[in-house]
């Protein structure tokens, strides 16, 4: 019983904390059991774990609300790993919304699908793919079984420790575009350990099509140098606006206008 009290007091101490200093989109609020993630217009979750990172990296996606998901929406989250931008996405587009999770590692859509369930089930607005975004279609060696830190790779990238080597399917956004039909292409949200270099350099299409905002991941080292500087001036000649922040989890976002 005394561990149980301490427990939750630690836990309301630690969700006080993160509630006041570093989020604005979300609250966290532990009952016991479970935490409880709410943002300010309503909407709510539950995890079996504390979920501060997530949300956090999230409201970095979002700009912390400056970019808003709401009814309709098209969002393409590429490098999904376990699911929760796309649970949070695909309540914020609606029915009328769509998200396409686009996620190689097995193990993480398993983990997924089980964060899905813990929220009543998998919402019919997403469509998991289980493949990475790349910059043409086909096959392309994957490193497994690294959860957040899963990989595709390409000739002349080390092989990870303690990585399984597979080979998956792999999209474009052209491709995605083609083979699901869409119409509009709201938010593309990339974490893809560093080939986020190559999609926004086969990004030309898509964008002439879309005109999408990008939110990316941007802190992953190519060549001795964090991918932000290699993807800005690539948006830049696309004619985009782009900017990169969030120190904690640097995020590169591009968008037409800023």
């Known amino acids: 019983?005394?561990?149980?009290?301490?427990?939750?007091?630690y836990e309301a101490l630690r969700c006080t904390r993160h509630n006041l200093l570093h989020l604005k989109m979300f609250k966290i609020r532990y009952?016991?059991?479970v935490w409880h993630v709410t943002d300010r217009a309503g909407t709510h979750f539950t995890f079996p774990f504390y979920p501060y990172k997530v949300f956090y990296e999230a409201e970095g996606y979002l700009r912390q609300g400056r970019w808003d998901l709401h009814e309709g929406m098209t969002v393409i989250d590429a490098?999904?790993?376990?699911?929760?931008?796309?649970?949070?996405?695909?309540?914020?587009?609606?029915?009328?919304?769509?998200?396409?999770?686009l996620e190689p590692d097995a193990d993480n859509i398993r983990r997924a699908q089980e964060y899905f369930a813990f929220n009543g089930g998998q919402p019919a607005t997403i469509e998991i793919i289980p493949a990475g975004i790349w910059k043409v279609e086909g096959n392309i060696q994957f490193a497994a079984g690294l959860d957040a830190s899963s990989?595709?790779?390409?000739?002349?990238?080390?092989?990870?420790?303690?990585?399984?080597?597979?080979e998956v399917p792999v999209e474009s956004l052209?491709?995605?575009?083609?083979?699901?039909?869409?119409?509009?292409?709201?938010?593309?949200?990339?974490?893809?350990?560093?080939a986020e270099v190559e999609v926004v350099q086969s990004a030309q299409e898509a964008i002439e099509q879309f005109s999408p905002r990008f939110s990316i991941a941007s802190y992953h080292m190519r060549l001795g140098q964090p991918t932000s500087q290699i993807i800005e001036?690539?948006?830049?000649?696309?004619?985009?606006a782009t900017q990169t922040g969030w120190p904690d989890h640097q995020t590169t976002w591009a968008a037409p206008t800023l």
């Open 31 to 33: 009952d016991g059991r």
């Open 79 to 101: 490098g999904a790993c376990f699911g929760e931008f796309a649970l949070y996405a695909a309540r914020r587009v609606g029915n009328s919304g769509r998200v396409l999770m």
């Open 233 to 240: 001036p690539l948006f830049r000649n696309y004619g985009y």
């Open 1 to 9: 019983m005394l561990r149980t009290l301490k427990t939750r007091a």
């Open 174 to 194: 052209s491709s995605l575009a083609r083979k699901y039909a869409l119409k509009r292409i709201d938010l593309v949200k990339m974490d893809i350990e560093g």
């Open 151 to 166: 990989t595709l790779l390409d000739a002349g990238q080390p092989i990870p420790p303690g990585a399984h080597i597979i």
